[in-house]
Nanobody, 118 residues
Framework: QVQLVESGGGSVQAGGSLKLSCVAS????????MGWYRQATGKERELVSTISRYLLTTYADSVKGRFTISRDNARNTLYLQMNSLKTEDTAVYYC????????????WGQGTQVTVSS
């Protein structure tokens, strides 16, 4: 059974930093691409960043230069380092894994809340 468990969310002031982690189990971690998504209250879920099994990364324009995605295959863990946080980064952040042929993720975590105050 695949499980993705996020941690590291919390409350921080604008300009601060947080690092999210996602521990995966139940599948071959190194064999799948992964990503971080977020959903703010009243808004659609949006893609934040992805990292392929070959360590190729993508970022939403809104987070480029501020967020860094990485993965540790030895620890089955995905990370998202978030710096220079803005109030508009406030959302529930979800870890996701194993995209299908059109990029839809097959597995999702339960989410972790990130709140950025001014």
């Amino acid at each position: 059974q695949v499980q993705l468990v996020e941690s590291g969310g919390g409350s921080v002031q604008a300009g601060g930093s947080l690092k999210l982690s996602c521990v995966a189990s139940g599948y071959i971690f190194s064999g799948c691409g992964m990503g971080w998504y977020r959903q703010a209250t009243g808004k659609e879920r949006e893609l934040v960043s992805t990292i392929s099994r070959y360590l190729l990364t993508t970022y939403a324009d809104s987070v480029k230069g501020r967020f860094t995605i990485s993965r540790d295959n030895a620890r089955n863990t995905l990370y998202l380092q978030m710096n220079s946080l803005k109030t508009e980064d406030t959302a529930v952040y979800y870890c996701a894994a194993c995209p299908d042929g059109v990029g839809r993720m097959n597995y999702w975590g339960q989410g972790t809340q990130v709140t950025v105050s001014s």
